[in-house]
């Protein structure tokens, strides 16, 4: 009875540790897949102020293995709406972004479009959106602003430092937090008259299938290759570097779950060393009994320690079967629903091989600690 008592704590330890890390990993592909689906596979940023000449651009936009090119600029500009203003973050972007890029499904109100007919338009991260109070229904304009490279500089008119152009918002768009409280999207041209940029901050690429690897990924050596062609005048990152804090926060955020649950593990299994010193105690007279028979000390503390890591790895493989099935219930079925209006109805999950594995050498190499502390002087 104490055995089979320990093992089921064993057991919903490693089930516990499954559905968690299958879930986490669930989660992470999804944020990846949002992430993804509006980075580009490459994208290409001057260094040291160099700004992008159009040979530079002619050659890139005559690559054979580039599917898409946009040019991009983004600049921090003064944002008037109504009576309500902020500081925010414009990305203008070129007639072929819409093409290039999916965004239908980020879009909450109205559509992605940077003009209808000959009027620009803008569209508003959702943050954004409501500290302005914007509404895609009503006709009042949006004023974007950004300092005048003015010879003189007159303090009594302050407004009169500023250029300004007239857009109306379009659509509303969520991709992130971060993105939404900060960006806006306008045409490329209006944001270069306004900001009297000429050039733009950043390419982005995206590539033909055969340059992309099995993993979604840039082949290296295509990366390597074009980084080579355009000089250290220039940065090419792919979307792994493009949001390289983000990853490693997602891969640092595993390993501290796994370390945690480990240990909740490892408290779990001193119910196994409880219950091997409790049988040791119990069995004592047939110890001694195969003590008379001639049985060593140490054959005898082999039984107890081959009982004790029995015993783990029984509640060790129960508990990660019962964590499987639990985890193809929901993957199938989605038992579980997520709260609130999210990109999925129901929890994520995403069963990792290399997770089973570590588990069940995790659990195992604690299973066969606690087997061997008990027997250790517990038999004489």
């Keep these: 009875m104490i055995s089979i008592i320990s093992a089921a704590g064993i057991a919903i330890g490693c089930a516990s540790l499954v559905i968690i890390l299958s879930i986490y990993n669930g989660f992470d592909d999804l ?24 040979e530079v651009l002619a050659q890139l936009r005559s690559n054979e293995s580039i599917a898409s090119y946009n040019e991009i600029l983004e600049e921090n500009i003064f944002l008037i709406y109504g009576n309500k203003h ?12 819409e093409k290039a890029v999916s965004l239908d499904n980020y879009i909450v109100d109205g559509k992605f479009a940077m003009y209808e007919g000959k009027s620009a338009r803008m569209v508003l991260g959702y943050g954004v959106a409501g500290m302005l109070s914007a509404n895609i229904k009503f006709l009042t304009p949006l004023q974007a602003m950004y300092p005048a490279n003015a010879d003189t500089v007159d303090f009594s008119n302050p407004m009169g430092m500023l250029k300004s152009r007239i857009l109306f918002p379009s659509g509303i ?36 299938p055969e340059y992309i690897s099995s993993d979604g990924a840039v082949k290296s050596a295509y990366q390597k290759n074009l980084s080579k062609q355009l000089g250290d005048d220039f940065i090419v990152k792919n979307r792994y570097q493009q949001n390289e804090s983000l990853y490693k926060v997602l891969t640092y955020e595993k390993m501290a779950v796994y370390a945690i649950l480990i240990f909740v593990m490892l408290i779990i299994s001193c119910n196994a060393l409880g219950s091997l010193s409790m049988l040791i105690i119990d069995k004592s007279d047939d110890i001694e009994i195969l003590r008379s028979m001639g049985a060593t000390a140490s054959t005898v503390k082999r039984i107890f320690r081959l009982e004790g890591w029995m015993i783990s790895m029984f509640g060790t493989i129960i508990g990660i079967v019962i964590g499987l099935v639990i985890c193809y219930i929901q993957t199938k079925y989605g038992i579980v629903k997520l709260p609130g209006n999210f990109v999925v109805d129901a929890y994520p999950v995403k069963v990792l091989w290399t997770d089973m594995v570590l588990i069940f050498t995790a659990v195992a190499a604690i299973g066969g600690l606690m087997a061997y502390l008990p027997t250790k002087n517990g038999i004489k």
């Design 173 to 208: 768009i969520s991709i992130d937090d971060n993105f939404d409280s900060r960006y806006v999207f306008m045409p490329l041209n209006i944001l270069q008259d306004l900001t009297g940029r000429k050039t733009v901050s950043s390419v982005e690429l995206r590539l033909k």
């Design 31 to 54: 944020v990846k897949q949002l992430y993804n689906s509006t980075t580009a596979d490459l994208q290409i940023s001057s260094s040291k102020g160099k700004s992008f000449d159009a």
């Design 86 to 97: 902020s500081v925010v973050t414009a990305r203008g972007v070129d007639s072929l972004y």
